[in-house]
């Protein structure tokens, strides 16, 4: 993205004070615009139906329909657009219903307005970022002390890629492989890691000591 082709958020939060604020943080931000604001899911859904965000500030308590459940039909419909959920909690059954239902980020709302930037840039990129409290929800619970024994060297290596913040694309470069053969290694290791997205794996890789 540049000063041309900025990185389009929504704001999604109940609190208008909240909306501001976040809009304040960013509107320094050159190469990211606000571009809507939404009180709740079903609102960010309709404003999504007309013009969709490449980013989405999702707070995760609202009334009527509320984060996790926007964020999963969100996902479904446009999965090309980037959620983070923007939250005051920190409970591990809510940060892990967050990700399971597609957001790709995690962050707690006393995040600095320069590390909110950054999340943003990451998470257009492919590049998940998760608050220490949600990485210290997610280890908490994950209980399986042999989780991750049966991965092959190679997806450990993909793993440790992936936990570095590399692309599938740029994964695939460095290893000399095909971007579909990363694809796949990807999905195996999701699957024998016993979780749903990139964010959740690396969380749990650095909790198991599976990655450097």
Same mark, same amino acid.
């Given at each position: 993205?540049?000063?041309l082709?900025?990185?389009?958020?929504?704001?999604?939060?109940d609190h208008?004070?909240?909306?501001?604020?976040?809009?304040?943080?960013?509107?320094s931000?050159?190469?990211i615009?606000?571009?809507?604001?939404?009180?709740?899911?079903?609102?960010a859904?309709?404003?999504?139906?007309?013009?969709?965000?490449?980013?989405?500030l999702?707070?995760?308590?609202?009334p009527?329909?509320?984060?996790?459940?926007?964020?999963?039909?969100?996902?479904?419909?446009?999965?090309?657009?980037?959620?983070?959920?923007?939250t005051?909690?920190?409970?591990k059954?809510?940060?892990?219903?967050?990700?399971?239902?597609?957001?790709?980020?995690?962050?707690? /709302?006393?995040?600095s307005?320069?590390? @909110?930037?950054?999340a943003?840039?990451?998470?257009? #990129?492919g590049?998940?970022m $998760? =608050?220490?409290?949600?990485?210290?929800?997610?280890?908490?619970?994950?209980?399986?002390?042999?989780?991750g024994?049966?991965l092959t060297?190679?997806?450990?290596?993909?793993?440790?890629?992936?936990?570095?913040?590399?692309?599938?694309?740029?994964?695939?470069q460095?290893?000399?492989?095909?971007?579909?053969?990363? /694809?796949?290694?990807?999905?195996s290791? @999701?699957?024998?890691?016993?979780?749903?997205?990139? #964010?959740?794996?690396?969380? $749990? =890789?650095i909790?198991?000591?599976?990655?450097d």
């Amino acid at each position: 993205m540049n000063d041309l082709n900025p990185i389009r958020v929504m704001i999604v939060d109940d609190h208008g004070m909240v909306r501001r604020g976040l809009s304040a943080y960013l509107a320094s931000e050159s190469d990211i615009i606000v571009m809507a604001e939404a009180r709740e899911g079903q609102e960010a859904i309709r404003i999504c139906e007309n013009d969709q965000p490449d980013v989405i500030l999702m707070d995760l308590i609202m009334p009527e329909l509320g984060g996790v459940a926007a964020i999963r039909i969100i996902h479904k419909r446009w999965p090309e657009i980037c959620i983070i959920a923007l939250t005051s909690f920190q409970e591990k059954e809510l940060v892990q219903e967050a990700l399971k239902a597609g957001a790709i980020s995690y962050l707690l /709302k006393n995040v600095s307005g320069q590390d @909110l930037a950054a999340a943003i840039r990451d998470s257009y #990129a492919g590049r998940p970022m $998760l =608050a220490k409290e949600a990485v210290a929800a997610l280890i908490q619970a994950e209980e399986d002390i042999d989780l991750g024994r049966d991965l092959t060297l190679r997806e450990r290596e993909v793993l440790g890629l992936l936990s570095k913040g590399l692309t599938n694309p740029e994964i695939a470069q460095q290893l000399t492989v095909s971007r579909s053969t990363i /694809k796949a290694h990807v999905s195996s290791i @999701l699957s024998k890691l016993g979780v749903s997205n990139r #964010a959740e794996a690396i969380a $749990l =890789a650095i909790e198991k000591n599976l990655v450097d």
